[in-house]
């Protein structure tokens, strides 16, 4: 069984158990006051494993299956039998990082909550354009595109959202865990800028 398949089926399985104990809800959900001010840091981890409901839940996991898989293959190209770990940090590390930015903003907001593995998600589909920048991806999950133009396009609709904040969706965490998926291979491998140009330029 592949990491990718466990890492989607725990958050299957934790997300279930949130919709139906209010109780692990509360204590699981990223809350940026409780953080700070009480150090329950465990937040910043599990609140990556809750979904608000089964459209949230499928949205993640569809998308984390279509990227992750071919991603770990890459992974593993260039990181050999170091290449699982090295997902699990890209994953551990876009949950971590795609919250700081909400952390700092919120921590003196004991209202503001939030959950879901769209930062780790918006991670894993950025690591996957470094790798293959020309890749189409669908824009509205209907009119494919690159993916180099998909993340320009995603990285402005975000960073305009994150600033309105008009919505309740994570728009921060899926700004910043965009960039730390497109950082990422680069701070394990400095090697691999240079396996990005050569892919951008292979136009």
Request: net charge positive.
């Amino acid at each position: 069984m592949s990491l990718v398949t466990i890492i989607g089926i725990l958050t299957i399985i934790i997300s279930l158990l949130g919709f139906r104990n209010k109780e692990l809800f509360s204590k699981f959900k990223l809350n940026p006051y409780l953080v700070v001010h009480k150090k329950d840091y465990h937040r910043v981890i599990t609140h990556a494993f809750l979904h608000a409901d089964w459209i949230h839940l499928i949205i993640n996991v569809m998308v984390f299956f279509s990227f992750g898989e071919s991603l770990q293959l890459y992974f593993n190209y260039y990181f050999g039998k170091s290449g699982a770990l090295v997902f699990l940090g890209l994953y551990i590390g876009g949950i971590i990082f795609s919250s700081l930015y909400s952390i700092a903003k919120h921590k003196n907001d004991s209202y503001y909550n939030a959950i879901g593995a769209s930062g780790a998600v918006s991670a894993v589909v950025f690591a996957s354009i470094f790798f293959d920048p020309w890749h189409k991806i669908g824009l509205f999950a209907v009119l494919p595109i690159p993916g180099i133009i998909f993340a320009f396009l995603y990285l402005a609709y975000s960073y305009y959202m994150g600033k309105k904040g008009y919505d309740n969706i994570g728009h921060d965490a899926h700004f910043f865990g965009a960039v730390f998926g497109l950082m990422y291979p680069v701070l394990i491998k400095h090697d691999l800028f240079f396996v990005f140009i050569h892919q951008l330029s292979a136009f």
